[in-house]
């Protein structure tokens, strides 16, 4: 099993600046693909940046230019800076992780959520 924490999120005004960790930790032989979805209420929950293991990204147009997604390998985290924050990016915000175990069969696993929150 993997474990993710995730850390980072808060109350901002418009904008400012977040920056968002995730940690992954268990059974990891490798991990593939990271990313951050978000949810807003009432809404689904929506990809807002991927990045891959060698490091390719991609962002939701709504984002692009404003976060910048990166990833430490060796300790199996990813993080999401977040600028010129806007309060339409209010949403609690998932970390996702595909990671490999020793059987070398791939699995999804999800954060527990962040609440980012930006205020007018």
């Known amino acids: 099993q993997v474990q993710l924490v995730e850390s980072g999120g808060g109350l901002v005004q418009a904008g400012g600046s977040l920056r968002l960790s995730c940690a992954a930790s268990?059974?990891?032989?490798?991990?593939?693909?990271m990313g951050w979805y978000r949810q807003a209420p009432g809404k689904q929950r929506d990809m807002v940046a991927t990045?891959?293991?060698?490091?390719?990204?991609n962002y939701a147009d709504s984002v692009k230019g404003r976060f910048t997604i990166s990833r430490d390998n060796a300790r199996n985290t990813v993080y999401l800076q977040m600028n010129s924050l806007k309060p339409e990016d209010t949403a609690v915000y998932y970390c996702?992780?595909?990671?490999?175990?020793?059987?070398?069969?791939?699995?999804?696993?999800w954060g527990q959520g962040t609440q980012v929150t930006v205020s007018s």
């Open positions: 996702n992780v595909r990671a490999v175990d020793a059987r070398i069969v791939e699995n999804v696993f």
């Open positions: 990045i891959t293991r060698y490091g390719l990204t």
């Open positions: 268990g059974s990891i032989f490798s991990i593939n693909a």
